[in-house]
């Protein structure tokens, strides 16, 4: 199916934060929070952003858009400084924590691919590991790892891609998102006076005091002492630099449309056992029922698998008092649930089994607050993680619709395509608002190639 691509690299470099008026001294450092630490030893998380520039030559990308990209980026890190260090964890130290300096820069590589830019993105089926050459590498030692590292790739007569990957112990999708658009704001305001200032919704909030722990258990550490626990003590922070997905994994981009949703929730309210007509069906809900349940159906098997479904909720507006949504860190519980496989494989039912599901999380998470149980949160992961191969299917979600992707615009046009390159290595799927539909919803899949083929021959055909 892979047809033979080169990506060659034509530069790499280190882009510094602007030296306009420093916002920090020589040296400064960023304590993690507790929710930075439940993220402790979690693989990067990747994503790729493509732009459609019919025609463009190599002339041009290096001379009009590559330095507006290289000398907006170095604007945009003068106002996220932390980005440009790294996590450190010294011997001596009894928490990792994060270290920056003005004279620090995030890594950027530049490349050139002949690879097909339209296939790729596509909604339709191709080879997972199409994508690993686009993606950069975080740089790490066992006491050291850069926060965050870009490429830039060309596709001759076609386009761009910026490919980014993002340390999740210091930084969560929101955080991500966020530096993106700051990025791109300037880049697009680069002949504007006063080009170099962010507006407030973009202007990160770096205090560390906001995060209060109101359980008495000290999170932070626990959850970094379950961490150690569960690798025996390992305290690297070295990534891995194995592109992790299966040889035999293909990708493919479903879309559910608001009319879509409409028939959803008609459908799960026939067949709730909740009477009460309580269910939380945002269409957030909908989506990720209804694609867990074709998920589970498309692995097929007898049912007596677990099946753990678990999406990331951001917590900004839920603490006790609420913090700014432009806090600079992980801010979000993890909410999870452990059945098995055969309620998703109903045939009649298991869309609404796997609705109720995610309703209940999120009713849960409303009604019991952020820190109830908190103290166990990692405590299922780490058990299911020593289950036989093949007895565990897991469903996690990398995204948000309400990230608003596609409208990250440099000024050459808004995204054409983003993808969560990361779901190939750890079971999930991706969300993200529809680059096409209005109040749609777009989910990315990683999967063997018998079971996506299984998955899109069924998608939606519950609904005709």
Request: glycine fraction near 6%; aromatic fraction near 10%; hydrophobic fraction near 40%.
């Amino acid at each position: 199916m892979a047809s033979s691509c080169i990506v060659k690299i034509l530069e790499t470099t280190e882009i510094k934060p602007s030296p306009e008026s420093p916002n920090f001294a020589s040296e400064s450092t960023l304590p993690l929070t507790l929710f930075d630490a439940y993220w402790f030893q979690i693989p990067p998380v990747e994503r790729l952003f493509f732009y459609n520039l019919n025609d463009l030559t190599p002339a041009d990308f290096s001379s009009e858009i590559l330095p507006k990209l290289k000398h907006s980026l170095s604007l945009t890190l003068h106002h996220y400084l932390p980005i440009a260090g790294s996590l450190k964890w010294p011997s001596h130290a009894p928490k990792p924590f994060i270290s920056y300096t003005p004279n620090n820069g995030v890594s950027l590589t530049v490349a050139q691919s002949n690879a097909d830019f339209h296939r790729l993105t596509g909604n339709g089926i191709y080879e997972a590991v199409e994508l690993h050459p686009l993606i950069p590498h975080l740089k790490s030692s066992d006491d050291s790892a850069s926060i965050l590292a870009l490429q830039i790739t060309l596709f001759p007569g076609k386009g761009f891609s910026i490919g980014i990957t993002a340390h999740h112990t210091v930084l969560d999708g929101k955080t991500t998102t966020m530096f993106m658009k700051s990025w791109a704001y300037l880049c697009k305001q680069r002949n504007i006076q006063n080009s170099h200032q962010l507006p407030p919704e973009l202007t990160p909030v770096f205090d560390r005091d906001v995060i209060r722990d109101p359980t008495g258990f000290d999170l932070d550490v626990l959850y970094l002492n379950q961490w150690l626990t569960y690798t025996i003590g390992n305290k690297s922070l070295k990534v891995s630099t194995d592109k992790g997905a299966a040889p035999n994994l293909v990708r493919a981009t479903v879309t559910i449309t608001p009319e879509d949703f409409k028939k959803m929730r008609e459908k799960v309210f026939s067949k709730s056992l909740d009477t009460s007509k309580t269910l939380h069906l945002s269409t957030f809900a909908l989506t990720l029922g209804y694609v867990s349940s074709c998920i589970v159906k498309a692995r097929g098997g007898a049912g007596d698998r677990i099946a753990c479904l678990a999406f990331t909720a951001d917590c900004r507006s839920r603490l006790d008092p609420p913090i700014s949504e432009t806090y600079f860190g992980n801010c979000n519980v993890v909410p999870s649930d452990i059945s098995k496989a055969r309620g998703y494989m109903d045939f009649e039912n298991g869309f609404a089994f796997g609705a109720e599901k995610v309703s209940n999380m999120v009713k849960g998470l409303k009604e019991k607050g952020v820190f109830e149980g908190a103290k166990d949160r990692l405590t299922p992961f780490f058990e299911l993680a020593k289950e036989a191969a093949g007895s565990v299917q897991m469903i996690t979600v990398a995204g948000s619709p309400r990230f608003d992707l596609y409208e990250t615009d440099f000024g050459w046009g808004r995204a054409w395509k983003v993808v969560v390159v990361s779901i190939d290595k750890n079971e999930a799927i991706s969300m993200a608002e529809s680059r096409d539909e209005k109040r749609g919803i777009e989910v990315g899949l990683a999967l063997k190639k018998p079971e996506m083929e299984r998955l899109l021959n069924v998608f939606l055909k519950d609904f005709v």
